[in-house]
């Protein structure tokens, strides 16, 4: 049983997600749209919570957030399942292929087969959509590859019931209601305004503020913790910046191109220019992993290095700080 | 970033044959995709995250061939697992794993507990008993 589906690739596995579930249901929404209007665009520093042996860093909302917000702000109604068994998982899964809705899965990275082994980590927030079943086989259409692909029955149940953080536990979504027609207007502005508001919010661990105190650790670290693991450190962070299947400077130029877009459907042409600035941005933090991957390639444990892309990050804060506050006020 | 200034480095994604997609402008201004083979940056940090991984193996062991800790963290680590991680799949508190990890203890668990091990890490529990470098 094969339903028909449109396999499209995207830069971000829930943006992708988002994107062909709502073009099978005959509302063709641009990636970036999805991202912007679900307020996917971040900075968050988490200290206190480690992965691979290294702070947390993220550049993008908490995963199945985007979903929701973008949802919510357009009208669309959301099922979400979680299970306990694999077996009412493997069964719910199922019974919604045999009525021709193919769904979202949260599933884990680490025992998915079609990826490289060196970018399997334990890293529970990928997504991807079920659209059929052959006997024991699933058709997977997986955003970040280029084609559809497929996964036994048993290899999908080791992914959907992968453990640690964020354990999806079978995570299965659909959305199940529509607006008559799709309204974007309001749900950019609300998606803008979120955006501007959590980034330059007043709390040390998001948006301008953790690139801040980020760029203060960064300075610090060669002595505090020595340049092995300030080397270990600056890679977690280009890692999760170039984050698979985001691509160079990743979430910025999504950002970007989102305005460009509301820029159209706005009419709007403050937006434009704002995408033109956001580019600029995503062009520095690229410059900002280029130079951090220069000090851990040489292994360099010169504070020079260390306090220059600390310099950087901190003009990238106070770019994006601007940014927010100008863009917060255009629509 | 430029279409054309997309990068199309050498790196381990070619290998499964997957490209990155980018979001890029063109000659025109305009917002378009482009597809990545990689970029060196994030080549080096995985690079990187992996010789990491494979000392703290390498380490891990040495350290069950001097009995110093069990083939339970030598596994872990193969499967780049933290202790949070192992214990979430395992079922148990991270404290009783972590106590798993002394070879008196090791020793003496059971066949059942041995079997959930050795199915996480995908060996047989024989395997997992007689440790072989």
């Known amino acids: ?331 | 970033m430029k279409k054309k200034e997309v990068p199309q480095d050498h790196s381990n994604l070619a290998s499964a044959n997957i490209k990155d997609m980018v979001y890029a402008v063109d000659e025109n201004g305009e917002y378009t995709t482009e597809l990545s083979t990689g970029w060196e940056p994030k080549t080096i940090a995985l690079d990187n995250a992996i010789k990491e991984i494979e000392a703290r193996v390498e380490d891990a062991r040495q350290r069950v061939l001097k009995k110093e800790t069990s083939p339970i963290e030598y596994y872990m680590e193969l499967h780049k697992m933290d202790l949070p991680i192992l214990a979430s799949y395992i079922g148990l508190w991270k404290w009783r794993v972590k106590r798993h990890f002394k070879p008196s203890v090791f020793k003496r668990l059971s066949t059942k507990t041995l079997q959930k091990y050795a199915e996480v890490f995908e060996v047989t529990v024989e395997q997992l008993k007689h440790f072989e470098s």
């Not at chain 1, 206190?48 to 919510?72: C, D, E, Q």
């Not at chain 1, 045999?98 to 990826?115: A, H, I, R, T, W």
């Not at chain 1, 955003?143 to 959907?160: D, H, I, Q, Y």
Request: aromatic share 12%.
């Open chain 1, 1 to 331: 049983m094969q339903i028909d589906f449109t396999h499209k690739q995207a830069a971000h596995c829930e943006n992708g997600v988002v994107s062909n579930l709502m073009r099978h249901n005959g509302f063709e929404v641009s990636e970036p749209m999805v991202f912007g209007i679900g307020s996917g665009l971040l900075f968050s520093y988490l200290p206190f919570l480690k992965v691979n042996y290294a702070p947390v860093f993220t550049y993008r909302a908490m995963p199945g957030l985007i979903f929701n917000r973008f949802a919510k702000r357009t009208g669309i109604k959301v099922k979400r399942e979680k299970f306990k068994n694999p077996v009412d998982a493997k069964a719910r899964l199922d019974a919604n292929l045999e009525k021709d809705n193919p769904v979202g899965l949260q599933v884990g990275v680490y025992s998915l087969p079609y990826f490289p082994e060196e970018y399997r980590f334990h890293f529970n927030a990928h997504n991807m959509v079920v659209y059929g079943r052959e006997g024991d086989t699933y058709l997977i259409s997986d955003p970040v590859m280029e084609s559809v692909t497929t996964l036994t029955a048993k290899e999908l149940e080791k992914v959907r019931f992968a453990k640690g953080a964020f354990a999806p536990k079978g995570h299965m979504y659909y959305p199940i209601s529509f607006p008559e027609t799709l309204q974007l207007d309001k749900a950019i502005e609300m998606g803008i305004k979120q955006t501007s508001r959590d980034m330059l919010a007043p709390v040390p661990i998001v948006g301008v503020k953790a690139m801040r105190w980020v760029a203060s650790n960064i300075r610090k670290w060669p002595k505090k913790i020595g340049p092995k693991k300030a080397n270990h450190y600056l890679g977690q962070i280009v890692r999760m910046q170039e984050e698979i299947g985001t691509g160079g400077g990743g979430f910025r130029y999504i950002y970007a191109a989102f305005l460009q877009e509301s820029g159209r459907v706005l009419n709007n042409a403050r937006l434009s220019e704002l995408s033109q600035e956001m580019t600029e941005i995503g062009d520095l933090w690229r410059d900002f992993a280029l130079d951090a991957s220069r000090i851990y390639k040489n292994r360099s444990a010169q504070s020079d290095g260390y306090n220059k892309i600390a310099h950087q990050l901190e003009t990238i804060a106070d770019r994006e700080a601007i940014f927010f506050k100008t863009l917060k006020k255009s629509v």
